[in-house]
């Protein structure tokens, strides 16, 4: 277990120097909306519309960008065979690998979520479904993507194939956190949608850890 | 425990495959407590590839692997806590001061307590603890991988041409390290193609019997 | 066991030279009966008319597609439980013809929905199961692909194929839930409808056809992959040979 704090620890550490790596996501995750907003035109009724889910896409994508190096970056240095030597199980370890990523990408996205939905004139009575739906959402991305991070780890055209492997995996996280936010819009009960998001977190919670270790083992043979 | 099988590491027809061809097979390899085995070869005969077999990140296409006379295959856990691998690369993060980076891997391998400062000292790296890694020289970088060795206690020590980019001091201070590792019964195996600091090393030769 | 003297290159090859011509045989022959009877025997639909004979192409690719994802898994557990290289070229063979069947499901679905629906494509909860299903397929192979050493592309897609087998599902029940949260339920799908005699035996003896054609064309594909490896651990051979001369 101290291992796996100390793993985190290093990774809030790491990020917190380097905070240049965290901003440039903040930065896509504001941005993007924002051409949404051109693309699709500036009537606040039609933005109302579609904000929880460009919202959602965005912070789907921008999680996938911080996921890409994720494990890569371990394996670049020759942390990776650390990791995998450490007497603490492998599945423990690339948990904290996502518990860090989490707090590092998706905290700091679900802070600015407001400001982005506010952009996007998502009615007020949507915002706290919305950053409900962010945390019991976001720490699944993080697990499943963590899956795609490490199977594509030593992989030519990394970046691509992540988004290739996961985004079809992010599906049913995006259906229900959208349904949830687009029900307390039409002031419709958002338990059950809440509810299926975070059993969607425990599923992950469940398999992901062994996927990455299977994974992780793989790419450090 | 069984009696013929000695203390120590113990393989026994060890084989391995990479890419469908076979880098080795049929290799034997003992070490009882306090002995230094230094690997050679050419590049391409499996020294790495046998330093990952013995590691357990590599498991073996044939033979078995047994630590006091129990099969390291039955219990990988027990197994990676009982060694350290220092592999090609340093598995430094730029941004980390050395001190940070012996304290996270005493705690990655579970030890309560570490000195990191006499762990960096022993390479001569104490007035550099509180420096990021990226300032480092090669030969600094490569100290500072072999400083993790100290930073928790384990009986193998699995090294990947540790003296890459060392110089004559440096690799002297690797010598008393490894000296003293095996004062205390440990073991030490080792792949170069450079010249091993250490007295009565035992020397096995890959890629030659094929 | 059983299972590894099957295993070995050689008892595949002599296996597949005997399954081989009756799986080609049988799909042929079930193929040909299953066409003829639903292009020509069978009824046109009262209310669909004519395009209901697309069903007789279009349903058992869907069923082929999930077969197919089914035999990827239980190759993508044998390569991690067994670490068998036959299970490995079983991977990589029978995706891209999973993929296939799923496109033409994917197509046919179109082709069906025209006429049905007025659109090419439509936010259909099965169709739009299928699409992620596809995409599943695509990203085996991408990853498949990926690697230098086909040894770990292999068997990073097989923990992809079994990661999807637990995933599938929820994807689809998602799927399911957004498509009635957003359409009226009067939306009629894709389907076999209630079906006729006349119409089940051209839809079985399509499946069987289905079925033997993925079985012929797996084997000749595994038999390929085992070649390719076979020239590939030569080359590395010949390579070390020169290097030690």
Known sequence: MNAAFALIARDVKLALRTPAETLTILA??????????????????????????IVWVVALLACLLSLDRLFQAEA?????EQLVLAPAPLELLALA?????WLTTAVPLIVVSPLVATMLQLPDEAYGTLLVSLLLGTPTLSLTGGIGAALSVGARKGGALLALIVLPLYVPVLIFAVAAVEAAVAGLPVRPHLFLLAGLGVLALTVAPFA??????QASE | MNTDSPAGLDG???????????????LDLRAAPGELIVLRGPNGSGKSSLLRVLAGLLAPAGGTLAWDGEDVAEDPARHRARLHFVGHDDALKPTLTLREHI?????????????????LDAFGLAALANMPARVLSQGQRRRAALARLLAAPAPLWLLDEPTNGLDAAAADGLARAVAKHRAGGGIVVAATHLDFPGADARTLTLGAAR | MNWHRYASPANFKRLSDRLLPWAAGGAALCLGVGLW???FVSPADYQQGETVRIMYVHVPAAWMAMFAYANLALAGAATLVWRHPLADVAGRAIAPVGAAFTFLCLVTGALWGKPMWGAWWVWDARLTSVLILFFVYLAYMALNAAFDEPERGARASAVLALVGVVNLPVIKFSVDWWNTLHQPASI???????????????????????TLFFVAVTLVRMRAGLIERRIDALQQQHLADAERA
């Open chain 1, 28 to 53: 896509f995750f504001v941005i993007a909306p924002t051409l949404f907003a051109f693309g699709i035109g500036p009537e606040p009724q039609v933005l109302a519309r579609v904000a929880v889910g």
């Open chain 3, 37 to 39: 009877n639903a292009l």
């Open chain 2, 103 to 119: 304290a996270f891997h005493a705690a990655l391998r579970g030890a309560g307590t570490s000195d990191p400062a006499a762990a």
């Open chain 1, 97 to 101: 690998k996502c518990a860090a990523q």
């Open chain 1, 212 to 217: 990455m270790a299977a994974s992780l083992r």
């Open chain 3, 188 to 210: 009629s799908r894709l389907d076999a409808p209630a079906i006729h005699s006349s119409m089940l035996l051209p839809l079985l003896a399509m499946a069987a056809g289905y």
């Open chain 2, 12 to 26: 026994r027809a060890l084989a391995c495959r990479r890419g469908g061809r076979a880098v080795f097979r049929g």
């Open chain 1, 76 to 80: 670049d240095d020759g942390s990776l």
